[in-house]
């Protein structure tokens, strides 16, 4: 079995899928290889950009100089981020936010943290702590502790329900059960409860969770938010499957859950990538390559104790010295060194020290893009995937 595409992505995180649906959209012949799912499935399927300040976009200029978002720019930054925004919507996921503002959404532990586009469930997360919130939670429900937030969160209440699961997918699957919704709205308006916000952890469907959000917050006459949880992430696995649909919808082509077993080179091109299967093999040619295979976390990258490999072509990767100087004393610390480690590239998103023309590189597994220190995950992401894609569609 192969293929003849004319770039062929590998990784299906949010730099890879959001460099696809790019790529798709100028009419390129594109297929994404990935090992396996992203880690947007474990993510609060919010959008952060830059925690610092209040506008992330004019923080961008405050970032150091080998930050991967200079590469991109202010302005494609934006550009990317409202095309995502469109593509959710297509998608009947709409994002809310403006691109120029950050809020701050209720955590799951009664703190807030500052994120920039929010999935629609989440539109009133951005709380003021001088208004209740009244939380629901659900009877045994794994990983979500109300008492967290109400002893966080000076004016706040909470009540449960037995939903008879107490898994958060198994809740959710419920949610998509007209019958469940609709005991869950009269038992809701059963309760006495204070003027104010519900919030309820992210449990409210797979498929129609703004619908659903809606639906008890029209019913109830109150603002109704949903609270991210611990993976499983509801929010994060509609956000990819919704991105995943957008693929699908432009006619990319998915080669899931597969590893790439070689890769054959000609002079200064990548030429094709083996994948290894059951039985037999794949060939995927392509005229241009991104890599988009994440760090540490997704297996782009691979430490040992004193050096870090590029698992795929065997990248140089920067590591910002010997392992002693790669964490600080402090754990907790905003900013471990060894989030620097990564993909040094040049001003086209191709690897530096390499002679390989038709390689290019985004999204996590950048160096220097120090993502847990500056809180722009997929932000992150989806800007340099869209960069890359838009420099390697003019090649091809
Ligand atoms: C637990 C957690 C929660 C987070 N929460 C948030 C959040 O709420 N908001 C936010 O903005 N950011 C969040 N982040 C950060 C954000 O998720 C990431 O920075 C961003 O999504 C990375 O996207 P990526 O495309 O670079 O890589 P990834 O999402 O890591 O995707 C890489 C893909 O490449 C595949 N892959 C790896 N090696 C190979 C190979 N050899 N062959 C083929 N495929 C391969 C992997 O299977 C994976 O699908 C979170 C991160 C973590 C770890």
């Not at 890599?291 to 540490?296: E, R, V, Y």
């Not at 597994?365 to 894609?389: D, N, P, Q, W």
Request: hydrophobic fraction near 40%; charge should be negative.
């Amino acid at each position: 079995m192969s293929g003849m595409y004319d770039v062929v992505i590998i990784g299906g995180g949010m730099s890879g899928m959001m460099a696809a649906i790019a790529l798709a959209d100028m009419s390129r012949k594109v297929a994404v290889v990935s090992r396996g799912d992203p880690v947007c499935c474990l993510s609060t399927g919010c959008i952060d950009v830059l925690a610092a300040g209040n506008d992330p976009l004019e923080g961008i200029g405050s970032l150091p100089d080998n930050h991967p978002y200079h590469l991109v720019g202010e302005d494609a930054v934006k550009t990317s981020l409202e095309m995502f925004k469109a593509v959710m919507l297509e998608e009947g996921g709409a994002y809310v936010g403006d691109v120029h503002a950050n809020r701050k959404i209720l955590t799951p532990l009664g703190r807030h943290k500052a994120t920039c586009l929010v999935p629609g469930t989440m539109e009133f997360a951005d709380s003021h702590s001088d208004e209740y919130i009244h939380v629901i939670s659900f009877s045994k429900m794994k990983d979500f502790y109300p008492n967290y937030i109400t002893s966080n969160y000076k004016n706040a209440g909470c009540s449960i329900f037995d939903a008879g699961i107490s898994t958060t997918m198994g809740i959710a699957e419920r949610f998509e059960n007209r019958q469940f919704l609709e005991e869950f709205i009269s038992w809701l308006k059963g309760l006495d409860i204070p003027e104010g916000r519900i919030a309820i952890p992210a449990v409210l469907g797979m498929h129609f969770a703004v619908d659903v959000c809606n639906e008890i917050s029209v019913e109830l006459g109150r603002k109704v938010f949903e609270i991210p949880t611990l993976p499983p992430s509801m929010p994060g696995l509609r956000l990819f499957g919704g991105l995943k649909n957008a693929l699908l919808k432009r006619g990319v082509n998915l080669y899931w859950g597969k590893e790439i077993y070689s890769v054959e080179k000609s002079g200064s091109q990548i030429e094709a990538v083996t994948l290894a299967g059951a039985g037999r093999s794949t060939r995927v040619q392509g005229n241009a390559f991104i890599l988009a295979t994440g760090s540490f976390v997704s297996g782009g990258l691979h430490a040992s104790m004193d050096a870090a490999i590029e698992t795929v072509f065997d990248l140089p990767v920067y590591l910002p010295g010997k392992r002693e100087s790669w964490f600080n004393d402090d754990f907790f610390a905003l900013g471990h060194a060894i989030e620097r480690s990564g993909i040094c590239v040049d001003q086209f998103f191709r690897p530096v020290d390499t002679q390989t023309e038709n390689l290019f590189v985004c999204g996590s597994i950048l160096a220097f893009s120090e993502v847990m220190k500056y809180s722009c995950g997929h932000g992150m992401a989806i800007a340099t995937g869209v960069a890359a894609a838009n420099v390697c569609g003019e090649l091809v």
